[in-house]
């Protein structure tokens, strides 16, 4: 058999299994309106938005043909028809017509009162008569009267597609396949057996950019977005390692991480993946490009899901993502739906679930820890930094070996000895390097490994350096850091050849450096959720850790840049409201949040930073396994059942990719 023949079947049954039924089109539908399996069930969960589709099929010329919708969740609906040149959003322009739920009939942008309203349970008819021109609604079997007179539907190009609205919604559609629930009378037929010489189909052939006659192997079937470089290096570098086991079939994995050859990405590209990491503006640019063909994409993943697609400071990574699921098929290449997959360890948000109502079909949920918790291997405490109480920054302040400010006060009257607001703040950042200095010594972390996480990267900056000069091996691992440098500290940090690895939250995300038994807050995360990220990079692999985190009883002045140059040789020290570039930062009220987000109370030590000793776990060695013998029972019994559910689908869906690849191949080599 040849490749073309191969193809033209793979194209012959999925137009065979389109066209044997009419049913709603996944691929003529708008992302945020999920449709099942069966082409007639269609669910919105995102309020405050339309979201439309319509038929695989529409009728013209002549004919009267009848369909139903019924409501089975309350909320907005609109029913009607659209010619392929019309709205999704029927109602909105001159080639569609519509009727909804709040008792108005649209077209062209004109709403106007008609029949009755209709929510949850209701049955809508919809009726079409092509031999008069005129369209019509009924409700639960009451018809209204005429609605719209209609005369250019006679061609193929004008045929009518039944179309269904929704905003916060769901409805089942019939098209005559089964019994209605009010047949319709006077020579309607269902719209499902509308002769072949009136029905055009809207049927997108399966696209082939390989080339004509053959079968593509190049496009990759998998989309796993990450964050940052790091996470993308790390996800990459375990598929590589899984996949040097398999050999039928072989399994191509490439990593689009910022700082890879560009030429040696090409050449990947050209020659064919499977699985493609990377972050979502260098796999975006690729796609605009036309460099990456997205066109045979199977499965899409999202880790740190939270984080992709988070909507804050502008909406910077948020836009990125709507802006690339834009640029992808809205279905797979034979019809079928994507596998879309999103993870992390703080789910529990709006923009995650936001994001799961408008690009996922009916997600499920899989919850292995119910709200946002600490691991038991994590302990955790707050040591409060009191700069009105504790004076010795003063005595410090002028010396050279304290840790360097952020220069917010420097056009502030600093007055030492004195409650002043700006000095209190300025105090604060002092003593806090002296409380870094004094943990590491308390806890003996010299020769141990450390994460120590500030806010900003010039805090990092200044951290290294203040850690430096007291003899402590430390590096930096920010943004502004070159790709190479970052590779480099992440490595000699992951090979214990570096003790204390100073960040900011781009290293709170999913990393997995095994065995660091130490985590030091500097400031509180902005976000409570980070707060979980960041001391759970301690406490992995049954390790126990501890995290300190140093908390101003003051506020404290810092920057928060919304200049054009992002805090780029930026010095307006002003306030936000007052046009400049600094908040007061609450950092009470924040751990506040935190506690209430965990629903616990954070231990607290004093600034000797003599941690006590768990009762449940006795003499702990931080970094090293949790002893047998604890009497403390985890949770780990309880979510048995949930553990062995997630293991059976991740099962199945590694199946489900292997057997796709492997079809693939296996019709390569018979032809």
């Known amino acids: 058999m040849s ?22 089109n996944s691929g003529d539908r708008d992302h945020g309106l999920a449709i099942d399996s069966s082409g007639y069930f269609c669910e919105s969960r995102t309020p405050k938005q339309w979201f439309g589709s319509r038929t695989f099929a529409g009728v013209h010329s002549k ?24 709205s999704r959003n029927i109602g909105t322009d001159k080639n569609s017509y ?34 008069g021109g005129f369209i019509w609604w009924s409700k639960n079997g009451v018809e209204f009267p005429v609605a719209y007179e209609i005369k250019q539907h006679t061609s193929p190009e004008a045929a009518l597609f039944p179309t269904v609205l929704l905003q916060n919604s769901s409805m089942t559609v019939n098209f005559g396949d089964s019994p209605f629930a009010f047949p319709p009378k006077n020579g309607f037929m269902p719209i499902s057996k509308a002769p072949d010489s009136c029905v055009r189909w809207n049927v997108d052939e399966p696209m082939d ?32 390692t899984f996949a040097s086991k398999l050999e039928d079939p072989k399994i191509r994995c490439i990593s689009l991480a910022a700082g890879v050859d ?52 502008g909406g910077s990574m948020g836009g990125l993502i709507r802006k690339l699921m834009g640029s992808l098929p809205l279905q797979a290449v034979d019809g079928t739906r994507h596998q879309m997959i999103v993870c992390s360890a703080t789910l529990h948000n709006f923009d995650v679930t936001n994001f799961a109502n408008r690009y996922m079909s009916f997600p499920q949920w899989i919850d292995l820890k119910g709200m946002d918790s600490v ?113 480099s500290t992440l490595a000699a940090f992951k090979e214990k050849k570096l003790n204390f690895l100073v960040c900011t939250d781009v290293a709170a995300r999913g990393l997995d450096v095994s065995g660091v038994p130490f985590v030091i807050n500097v400031t509180m995360p902005d976000d409570k959720a980070m707060y979980v990220h960041r001391i759970g990079r301690v406490g992995r692999a049954d390790r126990m850790g501890l995290s300190i985190s140093l908390v101003s009883q003051h506020e404290e002045k810092v920057w928060y840049h919304k200049c054009s140059s992002k805090g780029l040789s930026c010095k307006n020290t002003r306030d936000v409201q007052e046009g400049g570039c600094t908040i007061w930062y609450n950092e009470p009220q924040l751990l ?32 090293a ?36 690849v492997k079809d693939v191949y296996k019709k390569i080599e018979v032809l």
């Open 375 to 487: 691991a038991e291997t994590v302990h955790h405490s707050v040591c409060h930094v009191d700069a009105n109480a504790d004076k010795q920054w003063i005595r410090l302040m002028h010396a050279p070996n304290h840790l360097e400010d952020d220069h917010v006060h420097q056009h502030d009257q600093i007055k030492p000895g004195l409650n002043d607001k700006n000095t209190i703040s300025l105090g604060t950042k002092i003593l806090k390097g002296i409380y870094v200095l004094r943990a590491i010594q308390a806890l003996n972390m010299k020769n141990e490994q450390c994460i120590v996480f500030c806010r900003t990267k010039q805090q990092c900056d200044h951290m290294e350096t203040f850690l430096r000069h007291h003899g402590y091996n430390a590096s930096c691992l920010h943004g502004d850091r070159s790709p190479q440098e970052r590779s």
């Open 209 to 240: 950019t390989s080339g004509p006659g053959q079968v593509d192997t190049k496009s990759p079937l998998c989309l796993i977005l990450e964050p940052t470089r790091e996470l993308v290096e790390q996800t990459h570098n375990n598929l590589v």
């Open 3 to 24: 490749i073309e023949k191969s193809i033209g079947l793979r194209k012959r049954r999925r137009r065979i299994s389109v066209e044997s039924t009419w049913r709603l």
């Open 592 to 623: 506040a949040d935190v506690e209430e987000h965990l629903g616990q109370t954070i231990a607290i030590v004093d600034s000797d930073f003599q941690v006590p000793v768990d009762e449940f776990d006795g003499k702990i060695v931080y970094g």
């Open 625 to 660: 396994k949790r002893k047998e013998g604890a009497t403390f029972v985890g949770h780990a019994p309880q979510l048995a059942a949930a553990v062995a559910q997630l293991a059976d689908l991740e099962t199945a869906m590694q199946l489900s990719y292997l057997n796709n």
């Open 63 to 86: 004919g009267k043909y009848y369909y139903e919708a019924k409501i089975m969740r309350d909320g907005l609906c609109r029913v009607g028809w659209a010619t392929l040149k019309g």
């Open 98 to 131: 519509g009727f909804g739920g709040t008792g108005k009939k649209s077209h062209a942008k004109q709403f106007d009162d008609y029949g009755q309203s209709f929510s949850t349970n209701d049955v809508l008819g919809c009726f079409l008569d092509l031999d």
């Open 262 to 313: 560009v030429n040696q990405t090409l050449a990947a590209l050209e020659s064919g993946v499977d699985i493609v990491t990377g972050t979502p503006s260098r796999i975006l640019d690729l796609i605009q490009t036309r460099v990456l063909s997205v066109s045979h994409l199977q499965f899409i993943v999202l880790d740190e899901a939270d984080q992709l697609v988070a909507n804050k400071q």
